[in-house]
């Protein structure tokens, strides 16, 4: 029988200015993802890429505009939240990812929410 956990996903981490890897689903796990949210502590405006990525047989896949699904600027000190609605952004393979990148290195954070299935 499976097991539903509702948890922090990821703790709160910078995004880099180049595009990684923000969260890697494990194996034998289904990941939901119903939150992310993202800060920008810095005094300039930042332009800011999330990627939901497959896996690419079975390594951690390339971001890619096929696989983008938001590109916002956020003000100095704004915060953006991007809900979704139940089931949520759906990881079902081992190394499925969300992935993204900032303008900067280390101005803008992000924390990855929802739930996962063993």
Known sequence: MSTLTLSKLTGIAYV??????LF???AATTSYVRLIVLYN???TSENIKVYNVPNNGGAVG???TANAFENLTLVA?????????????VLTD???SIQGSATL???VTIQIMGAQEA
């Open 16 to 21: 880099t200015d180049s595009v990684t890897a």
């Open 24 to 26: 890697t689903n494990p």
């Open 41 to 43: 502590g810095n005094a």
């Open 62 to 64: 390339t971001a890619g």
């Open 77 to 89: 000190n704004d915060t953006a939240l991007l809900e979704f609605s139940g089931p949520g952004l």
């Open 94 to 96: 081992q190394n499925d």
């Open 105 to 107: 290195a280390s101005g």
